[in-house]
């Protein structure tokens, strides 16, 4: 019997550890041999901890799972009152298209054979099969663009880097996932680290890079852990090393620890990180493509982007080019948290619209009030009013509406917030995490808290002080953080004014 | 407090396992921090020194960054996420129903040394919040008694 019990940290938070505990005790008891298997979680963290046991019927899914439903398991799976079937036959799961995540909740994250025996290295061994042309040309047909958030065409970097002359390149693994309401990168990480080592692996021979770096925030200690194992495996079975898979060029790897600065998820910023510095943002030009870490030619990727790799060269950049909407191709981990009813990772092509995800995917808010306003893209993302909620998710319908996509978070609120509360708090994020580099972020943030006190103490003459501000920081800062602030803001005073007026009147 | 014999011998080693490495100084300052709970003012002239780098420069990267401490946390940390997602699930008022539960006014230690609450930004549990870290515990849809509990 094959038990698998999640060691994904939103599982672990819901209990999964004390489940898998009483999984063995049970078992044990009844003097039966079992073979449990930490998995990934398969996103569905509404039903986490999620069990699953495989039977000659196949697997079979239980949740959410406490010590206490364990006895049953063994006795009476059929009527369980937890049991939810087959995983793919639920309704929020089958509804997805899962490419990048396909393994992620499905293998033991750290057996190289379980990887390989679901497709795991198919994407690496073509492209070693592949001229360098070839190779540059799969990334650029996919249509692939970064995933961290700013949608930068990862074909055109990595010609960058690719034709960049030095007599050494970088692959950084952008895992600094520091926006509220994401956590693709950490579940990718702790369900199926294989799979970016190997996009980073293939970016590093499309690019002739030979060292590669994930920087992992220290907030994830499940992610670093599951890292740092899987290389060491990789190594130990000779994919990673002085020569990919036996056959290719070197190229091996190694996970680098952040400090808790949010401004590290910033490139630039992340770079003087790594480099064991402050972590402060550079100025662009030069692009870290050309001088980037320690001043050489680097490639810096999202780990959705680099993980997405392997199946595009798996299965045919056509093919992953097929999916998605306008100039948004291929699918999108959402992560959709926050005040919702059915939250996790639902990785879907591009188009949907966000009334779907929030009303349809999401079944509306757990609390059972109304949405009020959703935030999508993190910290540095804007709230979206219901009234918006037709705009179709991808880079250039949501740039169209005021907003940006990010690294596709989206938090949902219900009508308890109070948005002068909301948009006071992205001033005060961002001061606290400016770097101080650049005036409009490091002393724009602080007047930014200061200006919204006036206006919730009914200064009204403070509002356009407040647009003005805005306008600065966002024409005026080196980086997203300064620069993008703005939108949470300015969209929480667009399109929820009377939360600002309200305390005007409350003053008077 | 350190024992200078022995600091200075245990400091040396750790800078020793990482200073071939490329960007050596984070990863040394992060083993300094698990060995000691906090960076001890003696090891910043002493890393400095050997990475061949200003003390000024060692002291403005340790302060750069929220995890390193100046001085040793309480005996156990509770990290409280203080972000966006958690704010939609109640994360406000946890906040300060678990500042409340230790008798404290604003985030920091209890004057028995025994617990600190600090605010996090985001811990990647978003679709359950709000969500806290114990010690190496993570807990998610918290309330001040849960985080109560797995203090003690």
Not at chain 1, 398 to 408: E, P, R, S, T
Request: hydrophobic share 40%.
């Amino acid at each position: 019997m094959k038990i698998y019990v999640p060691r994904d940290a939103a599982a672990r938070a819901l209990g999964a550890d004390q489940v898998a505990e009483a999984v063995l005790v049970e078992a044990s008891r009844r003097g039966m041999t079992i073979e449990l298997v930490r998995n990934g979680s398969r996103g569905m963290v509404f039903l986490e901890p999620l069990v699953e046991v495989e039977t000659a019927q196949g697997r079979t899914s239980f949740g959410p799972m406490t010590p206490a439903d364990v006895p049953a398991l063994f006795d009476a799976p059929d009527t369980h009152p937890k049991a939810q079937g087959p995983v793919q036959l639920i309704p929020w799961f089958a509804r997805q298209t899962r490419l990048t995540f396909a393994r992620v909740g499905l293998i033991d994250p750290l057996s190289l054979g379980d990887y390989k025996a679901n497709g795991g290295l198919a994407g690496l061994r073509r492209a070693l099969e592949m001229s360098s042309d070839e190779r540059m040309d799969e990334v650029k047909v996919s249509g692939l663009r970064g995933r961290g958030g700013a949608g930068f065409p990862t074909g055109i970097k990595w010609d960058t880097v690719r034709l960049a002359q030095a007599d050494q390149k970088y692959i950084v693994c952008n895992a600094d996932e520091g926006d509220s309401g994401t956590f693709a990168d950490r579940m990718l990480m702790e369900g199926d680290p294989f799979t970016l080592i190997e996009g980073m692996a293939i970016a590093g021979l499309t690019t002739g890079a030979t060292r590669g770096y994930v920087y992992i925030r220290s907030e994830y200690p499940d992610a670093i852990h599951q890292m740092t194992e899987a290389i060491r495996i990789a190594r130990l079975n000779g994919l990673l090393g002085p020569s990919l898979l036996g056959t290719g060029p070197a190229f091996d790897m190694e996970v680098r620890v952040g400090a808790g600065a949010y401004v590290c998820g910033e490139e630039t910023s992340l770079l003087n990180s790594l480099e064991g510095k402050r972590g402060t943002v550079r100025a662009k030009p030069p692009l870290p493509a050309l001088q980037g870490l320690f001043g050489k030619p680097t490639v810096v990727n999202n780990v959705i982007s680099l993980a997405t790799v392997p199946w595009i060269f798996a299965n045919g950049a056509q093919l992953y080019r097929d999916f998605g909407l306008g100039r948004s191709r291929g699918t999108i981990p959402l992560q959709i948290a926050g005040n919702v009813r059915f939250g996790g990772l639902f990785e879907t092509d591009f188009g949907m619209s966000l009334g779907e995800i929030v009303n349809e995917v999401g079944g509306g808010t757990a609390s059972g009030r109304p949405v009020k306003a959703v935030q999508v893209g993190g910290p540095l993302g804007a709230y979206f009013p219901a009234s918006k909620f037709a705009t179709p998710f991808g880079y250039e319908e949501f740039d169209g509406q005021g907003g940006l996509i990010g690294h596709a978070g989206i938090v949902i609120f219900d009508d308890s917030v109070d948005m002068l509360a909301q948009a006071r708090f992205a001033m005060e994020f961002c001061a606290v995490e400016s770097c101080g580099k650049c005036t409009p972020c490091r002393i724009g943030a602080v007047r930014g808290v200061e200006t919204i006190d006036r206006i919730a103490q009914g200064d009204a003459a403070a509002m356009p002080l407040l647009v003005d501000l805005c306008d600065t920081m966002r024409d005026g800062s080196l980086c997203a953080l300064g620069g993008f602030t703005p939108y949470p803001v300015m969209s929480a005073l667009t399109h929820f004014p009377d939360d600002f007026a309200r305390m005007k009147e409350a003053a008077e | 407090m350190l024992d200078t014999a022995d600091f200075s011998s245990r400091l040396s080693e750790i800078i020793a396992a990482h200073q071939l490495q490329e960007g050596p100084l984070l990863p040394i300052l992060h083993d300094v921090q698990a060995e000691w709970g906090h960076i001890p003012e003696p090891a910043i002239p002493a890393i400095a020194q050997a990475l061949n780098l200003g003390r000024a420069e060692v002291h403005g990267v340790v302060t750069f960054y929220h995890d390193f401490r100046a001085t040793p946390a309480g005996t156990t940390v509770i990290k409280v996420c203080a972000a966006e997602a958690c704010q939609a699930q109640g994360g406000r008022d946890l906040v300060q129903a678990t500042l409340r539960a230790f008798g404290l006014r604003d985030y920091g230690t209890t004057l028995d040394g025994k617990v600190t609450v600090e605010p996090i930004y985001c811990l990647g549990l978003c679709a359950c919040g709000p969500a806290a870290l114990v010690g190496d515990r993570l807990i998610g849809r918290a309330t001040a008694q849960s985080l109560k509990d797995a203090a003690q």
